[in-house]
Structure formats: C-alpha cells, structure tokens
C-alpha cells in the first residue's frame, strides 16, 4: 500500500516560483504530477523512475524539474518562472511493486493518488 501527501502549494505572481512536495510512505518506483482544472482534462506534468529516467510536458519543459529524495521518500516538483496557465491543483501519483508502470508515464497509470494541493499564479 502507498500513501501520498501533497504540499507545497500556494498563490503567487506570474514569474515566481513554487516547489511542491509530496511524501511518500510505502514504496513506489515510478511516480508523477498531473496537474487538473475545472475545465481540463488530468493532465501529465512530470514523471520520474527511481533509476532516474523522467519525462516532461512539452508545457514545462524548461521550467519545472521533478526530484525525489529516496532516503526522505519525498517527491518534489520545482516551478519556476510560473505562469498563469499553470494556474490548477497538482496532484501526486505513484505506482507499486505489485502494479509497476516501468516507466515515468505522463499519462494516470498509476493507482496511487494524493488529495492534491492548489496551485495559483496570478498575471
């Protein structure tokens, strides 16, 4: 089983940054953010295995940067030079031994979710 809690969200000013993390508890070997709107689809924003391997929308690449502390079981999302179309709530996911994507996927494979945390970037 993998518990996943989000942080790190908040409101800030077109070109400032954010770093969302998410705590990890049990062990997960692939894990994502997606991030959704109320009028969008889940949308992929950054992947990453433990090996290293990661894979980033097009939206930020340049941008964001996904980490994970493996001895912390953190997984971080850094945000920077945010605009306002990356205005919604980012979630966290992450896949198991059991059911392992073997890949950092930026599409919801993965069967474990947080609750999310909001993100805002005002223009």
């Known amino acids: 089983q993998v518990q996943l809690v989000e942080s790190g969200g908040g409101s800030v000013q077109a070109g400032e940054s954010l770093r969302l993390s998410c705590a990890v508890s049990g062990d997960s070997y692939c894990m994502a953010w997606f991030r959704q709107t109320p009028t969008k689809e889940r949308e992929g924003v950054a992947a990453?295995?433990?090996?290293?391997?990661?894979a980033y929308a097009d939206s930020v690449k340049g941008r964001f940067t996904i980490s994970r502390d493996n001895v912390k079981k953190i997984l971080y999302l850094q945000m920077n030079s945010l605009k306002s179309e990356d205005t919604a709530m980012y979630y966290c996911a992450g896949d198991s031994a059991v059911v392992a994507v073997g890949r950092p996927a930026l599409i919801p494979v993965y069967n474990y979710w947080g609750q999310g945390t909001q993100v805002i970037v005002s223009s």
């Open positions: 990453m295995c433990i090996g290293g391997s990661t």
